[in-house]
């Protein structure tokens, strides 16, 4: 609820992302480079360093027709899915439930040859906004996850190595009523969604062998992610 001790940074964080998200990628000079493309699937990066760690941002846009902002928030946030489509994931543990849309996150993922095994904190909030750029348009669904200390499981006390994240997937839905005024179905909505991450690896790892990694599992992931929304979704009632 509004009292937890992260609450102000959800709040801060989710605003900042969303805002974020919604800038174009199109503003030529802005840096981003288009590394993926397939069918609607457009991923952009930067190629940026922190301590001589690559940290490249990713922004993809993606257009999925047949599912909603919600459906799709959905799926990302509760924790009952993520082994089906995170292929990355070896080891997910919900370490507190801050409100029914706010959960703290511990995950371990695959290791990387020749990184070592990372692992990561994170809160995860799901929300539903207005969609300030179409007032009477659907709302806008959002799922913010970002790094957080835990003092039960302090950085790098293990094996793994702790990266740090802030990941934004929006969501913003649109539908297209069918003529003959018929009820609304699949076949009259789509998504547009906007995937922003930042990863600090948290330890070195080969420049070369990160940016292969990234390029890689982040088009898989999203292509994998969304047909598995449209698989589960499919006989499904609409979830606006
Ligand atoms: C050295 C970094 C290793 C590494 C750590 C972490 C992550 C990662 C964690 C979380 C999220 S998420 O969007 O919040 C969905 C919840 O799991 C996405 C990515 C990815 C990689 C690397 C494994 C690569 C990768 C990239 C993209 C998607 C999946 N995996």
Known sequence: GSQHRLWPEIEKTVKQQVEMAKLGVGECGTGWQLFAEDGEMRMYRREEEVDGMVVDPLKAVHVVKGITGHE???????PQYRYDWETTLEQMTVLETISEDSLLFLQTHKR?????QRDVVFWSHMRKLPDDQDQDGPDIWTVVNNSTEDSEHPA???KCVR???????MCQTRVD???????????NVSCKITYCSVVNPGGW????VLRAVYKRE???????????????TKNKPLMF
């Open 72 to 78: 799709v928030c959905h799926y990302f946030f509760n």
């Open 112 to 116: 990387i040859w020749p990184a070592s």
């Open 156 to 158: 790098n006390a293990g």
């Open 163 to 169: 990266i740090y994240l802030t990941v934004c997937l």
């Open 177 to 187: 009523p069918p003529k003959d005024g018929a009820p609304i179905s699949r076949d």
């Open 205 to 208: 790892a080969p420049a070369s």
């Open 218 to 232: 982040y088009p898989k992931f999203l292509k994998r992610f969304t047909a598995y929304v449209k698989n589960q």
